[in-house]
T-cell receptor, first 113, second 113 residues
Framework: AQSVTQLGSHVSVSEGALVLLRCNYS??????LFWYVQYPNQGLQLLLK??????LVKGINGFEAEFKKSETSFHLTKPSAHMSDAAEYFC???????????FGGGTRVLVKP | SQTIHQWPATLVQPVGSPLSLECTVE??????LYWYRQAAGRGLQLLFY??????ISSEVPQNLSASRPQDRQFILSSKKLLLSDSGFYLC????????????FGDGTRLSIL
């Protein structure tokens, strides 16, 4: 069975500061991991995906994530926050029949000017 | 390119009324299809998924049902809505095969009065 834990339901960062969103996973098989972003009243948009090709994954909007098997982590970072990064972010692990995803509880990011 | 459409975008319904939400995918064949619900302040809950026409798997017991009458059409229904059915409903699709990301529609905001 798979599970995902996102540490911190809310994160507040200053514009221009580092964004770090934490994700730890549990999986009985080699995991495929994803980060999604959700803006208010919209669906989820895929930011990036880890599919075992490279441990450092670059995504859209300047985000990247590093897969660390020893720490069972897949943390999301962005060097410099922009006001447009204010949104909710979800980490997910793939597994089970039907290509189902298991999502973390989400982290809402607030960017202060 | 592939696109996913959900409608309506918002819906206000009285308790006890029926429900039909529709989702269609364009630009791909034989997708896996999914219905999720986001309740206020809560994460994503997978309601149903389908790997083919007429094949529906239910993840949680509830008064909702799903149908897939055509390859790229997924419908969420209820005969009698409850107050607890309020939420943001998201449809998603993925390519068949393991470890593929899901791609989400823009969602339907359902309010029950």
């Amino acid at each position: 069975a798979q599970s995902v834990t996102q540490l911190g339901s809310h994160v507040s960062v200053s514009e221009g500061a580092l964004v770090l969103l934490r994700c730890n996973y549990s999986s009985s098989v080699p995991p495929y991991l994803f980060w999604y972003v959700q803006y208010p009243n919209q669906g989820l948009q895929l930011l990036l995906k880890y599919t075992s090709a490279a441990t450092l994954v670059k995504g859209i909007n300047g985000f990247e994530a590093e897969f660390k098997k020893s720490e069972t982590s897949f943390h999301l970072t962005k060097p410099s926050a922009h006001m447009s990064d204010a949104a909710e972010y979800f980490c997910a692990v793939n597994g089970g029949a039907g290509n189902k995803l298991t999502f973390g509880g989400g982290t809402r990011v607030l960017v202060k000017p | 390119s592939q696109t996913i459409h959900q409608w309506p975008a918002t819906l206000v319904q009285p308790v006890g009324s029926p429900l039909s939400l529709e989702c269609t995918v364009e630009g791909t064949s034989n997708p896996n299809l999914y219905w999720y619900r986001q309740a206020a302040g809560r994460g994503l809950q997978l309601l149903f998924y389908s790997v083919g026409i007429g094949q529906i798997s239910s993840e949680v017991p509830q008064n909702l049902s799903a149908s897939r009458p055509q390859d790229r059409q997924f419908i969420l229904s209820s005969k009698k809505l409850l107050l607890s059915d309020s939420g943001f409903y998201l449809c998603a699709w993925s390519v068949r095969g393991g470890n593929q990301p899901q791609h989400f529609g823009d969602g339907t905001r359902l309010s029950i009065l």
